[in-house]
């Protein structure tokens, strides 16, 4: 469990670097530990450099990422805990529970597809329409990165 745990917060870590990682230099590579490291230290600094916004961009889109971010954690925190479920069932999943937790996950994705859609209109009320679908791929990569590592520790159903 410990190590499914690590594996979700290096997910997490992984899943902002890609937009600031190609403002780096191309000949620095960094372990996702570091890119982990630096993730938990300044994520939001990592969404600023990435985003490039003007002073007044700015002073809108941050009361919104604040709140998207909270929001989001709500369908992410269901999903998280439906997986540690199912990690912790282990080969005694039963069919009811598997149906259960699988139920659990799709409607966490639901509810996360639904608050991207709700926040890129908000978006779209305070940047330009190429600022705004910038942040939605930056949230959407740092999801696919998060997806991709949570798969790779969770085993298959039995």
């Excluded at 290096?10 to 982990?36: D, G, I, N, R, Y």
């Excluded at 003007?54 to 369908?75: G, I, M, S, V």
Aim: aromatic content about 6%; proline content about 3%; glycine content about 2%.
């Amino acid at each position: 469990m410990k190590t499914f745990l690590c594996i979700v917060g290096c997910a997490l870590a992984l899943s902002v670097f890609t937009p600031a990682m190609a403002q780096e230099k191309a000949a620095t590579q960094h372990t996702s530990a570091e890119w982990l490291a630096k993730i938990q230290s300044d994520k939001r600094g990592i969404v600023a450099k990435s985003m490039d916004l003007t002073a007044d961009e700015a002073r809108k889109f941050w009361p919104l990422y604040e709140t998207f971010q909270r929001e989001l954690a709500l369908p992410q925190s269901a999903n998280t805990r439906a997986t540690l479920d199912y990690v912790a069932a282990g080969h005694s999943l039963t069919d009811a529970n598997a149906k259960r937790l699988a139920e659990q996950v799709l409607a966490a994705a639901r509810e996360e597809a639904r608050l991207q859609e709700k926040h890129f209109k908000q978006l779209l009320k305070v940047l330009p329409a190429r600022k705004a679908a910038r942040y939605m791929q930056i949230e959407q990569k740092i999801q696919a990165v998060v997806d991709f590592e949570s798969a790779k520790a969770i085993p298959l159903v039995d």
